[in-house]
């Protein structure tokens, strides 16, 4: 089957961990035997540019000048048009449109082509968050004489609402978020996330001695690594001179510097420069052996997390997980079971959960052991490329 995957960010130019997941299901489709062809933004490159089966000639912008806007549009869509017609794809497989344009996905829909969606966070649901739509819904002088020569380069006057028979989710939670909007409905399907289990090893922990907490993603306040440093400083005064206790931060410091120097400030105040270490950003390939170095896995998360695949690979790891249940991370956390859960932007409820840890060996070991046993039976990566495979496969046209 020849697939065209169309995705905004494609490694190695991302942001998150979605970008990564895109990879390695369009590697997975291609072990399957599918033809599978990329179409992402030239974002992180500056210029269009098309390595193997990789085409970076989406434009991606957050510029709000609405010539800029139509020009976006305009040439989003004649890309978009151009790669069906010279592909001819038998599935568009989008993951996120984010920036680029909603449109790239009608144009393949009008053309009879299926189109099927893994929604891995809120843009589908928000997808009025798109510039050209922002444009259809102005009422400003500008917006209209732009709405008007869009209209002579054969753009609609307004954008229709995806054909969502085929939209697959990746969460529970971030289904029903689409559901509530009016973008989705109930008998779209969710595939849960999986990953390799077998890349990540568990190791003997011996957490007698020193304690290595660990936290993996974005560094920005959202994902609430502010309450993670304040959690270490009230450990530290809890627990006293017997254990070594130490944090380690792996993530870009360079996205959003003003937090990281939020996050120094903080340190600072409570004399924590010893004990934290900012790792930067690693390679996924990289990240087995971070886990595998480390004892506790804190996920601090306060904004409604669309899922949680740093949480999956902490637990294959071994690690005892203490964590939020924000959003879609919800459906991977049991309390006690495979995690310890704390109230979100809780330093105090956060610390409680690490010290339950570190004085009670033996729920230490139901964590740890709970959690890659989640991993094995509910989030294994051959299943969910498989039944990502069957409903491409099975997709219905679009009209």
Same mark, same amino acid.
């Given at each position: 089957?020849?697939?065209?995957?169309?995705?905004?960010?494609?490694? &190695?130019?991302?942001?998150?961990?979605?970008?990564?997941?895109?990879?390695?299901?369009?590697?997975?489709?291609?072990?399957?035997?599918?033809?599978?062809?990329?179409?992402?933004?030239?974002?992180?490159?500056? +210029?269009?540019?098309?390595?193997?089966?990789?085409?970076?000639?989406?434009?991606?912008?957050?510029? &709000?000048?609405?010539?800029? /806007?139509?020009?976006?549009?305009?040439?989003?869509? %004649?890309?978009? +048009?151009?790669?069906?017609?010279?592909?001819?794809?038998?599935?568009?497989?989008?993951?996120?449109?984010? !920036?680029?344009?909603?449109?790239?996905?009608?144009?393949?829909?009008?053309?009879?082509? &299926?189109?099927?969606?893994?929604? %891995?966070?809120?843009?589908?649901?928000?997808?009025?968050?798109?510039?050209?739509?922002?444009?259809?819904?102005?009422?400003?002088?500008?917006?209209?004489?732009?709405?008007?020569?869009?209209?002579?380069?054969?753009?609609?006057?307004?954008?229709?609402? &995806?054909?969502?028979?085929?939209?697959?989710?990746?969460?529970?939670?971030?289904?029903?978020?689409?559901?509530?909007?009016?973008?989705?409905?109930?008998?779209?399907?969710?595939?849960?996330?999986?990953?390799?289990?077998?890349?990540?090893?568990?190791?003997?922990?011996?957490?007698?001695?020193?304690?290595?907490?660990?936290?993996?993603?974005?560094?920005?306040?959202?994902?609430?690594?502010?309450?993670?440093?304040?959690?270490?400083?009230?450990?530290?005064?809890?627990?006293?001179?017997?254990?070594? /206790?130490?944090?380690?931060?792996?993530?870009?410091?360079?996205?959003?510097?003003?937090?990281?120097?939020?996050?120094? !400030?903080?340190?600072?105040?409570?004399?924590?420069?010893?004990? /934290?270490? %900012?790792?930067?950003?690693?390679?996924?390939?990289?990240?087995?052996?971070?886990?595998?170095?480390?004892?506790?896995?804190? %996920?601090?998360? /306060?904004?409604?997390?669309?899922?949680?695949?740093?949480?999956?690979?902490?637990?294959?790891?071994?690690?005892?997980?203490?964590?939020?249940?924000?959003?879609?991370?919800?459906?991977?956390?049991?309390?006690?079971?495979?995690?310890?859960?704390?109230? +979100?932007?809780?330093?105090?409820?956060?610390?409680?959960?690490?010290?339950?840890?570190?004085?009670?060996? !033996?729920?230490?070991?139901?964590?740890?052991?709970?959690?890659?046993?989640?991993?094995?039976?509910?989030?294994?990566?051959?299943?969910?490329?498989?039944?990502?495979?069957?409903?491409?496969?099975?997709?219905?046209?679009?009209?």
């Amino acid at each position: 089957m020849r697939i065209l995957v169309v995705s905004n960010l494609y490694p &190695p130019f991302f942001e998150g961990g979605y970008e990564i997941g895109c990879k390695q299901a369009v590697d997975a489709l291609k072990d399957k035997g599918h033809e599978v062809l990329v179409l992402t933004s030239y974002y992180g490159i500056g +210029k269009p540019a098309v390595l193997d089966d990789v085409y970076r000639l989406l434009r991606f912008s957050l510029d &709000p000048l609405c010539r800029k /806007i139509l020009y976006k549009e305009l040439k989003n869509r %004649f890309v978009m +048009k151009n790669i069906c017609r010279w592909f001819k794809p038998e599935r568009v497989f989008i993951w996120n449109l984010t !920036h680029v344009s909603v449109a790239v996905a009608l144009v393949a829909q009008n053309m009879g082509i &299926p189109v099927c969606y893994y929604v %891995f966070d809120g843009w589908l649901a928000n997808w009025e968050s798109d510039q050209w739509s922002g444009i259809q819904n102005s009422s400003s002088i500008i917006a209209r004489l732009i709405r008007t020569v869009g209209f002579l380069f054969g753009l609609k006057s307004m954008i229709k609402l &995806p054909y969502l028979h085929n939209a697959i989710f990746a969460s529970a939670f971030l289904k029903n978020m689409a559901v509530l909007k009016g973008k989705a409905r109930n008998e779209n399907v969710v595939v849960w996330w999986g990953i390799n289990a077998e890349r990540f090893i568990p190791r003997e922990r011996d957490s007698s001695t020193a304690i290595k907490l660990l936290y993996v993603g974005q560094i920005i306040g959202h994902k609430g690594v502010h309450t993670i440093v304040k959690a270490l400083d009230i450990v530290k005064k809890t627990i006293g001179q017997s254990r070594k /206790i130490t944090l380690t931060i792996v993530g870009d410091t360079l996205q959003v510097p003003e937090y990281v120097s939020e996050l120094q !400030h903080i340190i600072s105040m409570r004399g924590l420069e010893h004990c /934290i270490q %900012f790792a930067g950003k690693h390679d996924n390939e990289q990240l087995p052996e971070v886990y595998a170095d480390h004892d506790i896995f804190v %996920f601090a998360s /306060i904004w409604d997390e669309p899922f949680g695949i740093t949480l999956l690979e902490a637990m294959a790891s071994g690690l005892a997980v203490v964590a939020t249940d924000t959003g879609g991370s919800a459906e991977i956390l049991e309390d006690s079971i495979n995690a310890l859960v704390f109230e +979100k932007d809780n330093p105090d409820s956060c610390a409680t959960q690490i010290i339950k840890l570190i004085n009670t060996p !033996h729920l230490f070991n139901t964590i740890s052991m709970g959690g890659r046993r989640t991993v094995e039976q509910k989030f294994r990566f051959d299943k969910m490329i498989d039944s990502l495979e069957d409903h491409l496969c099975n997709a219905l046209k679009s009209y």
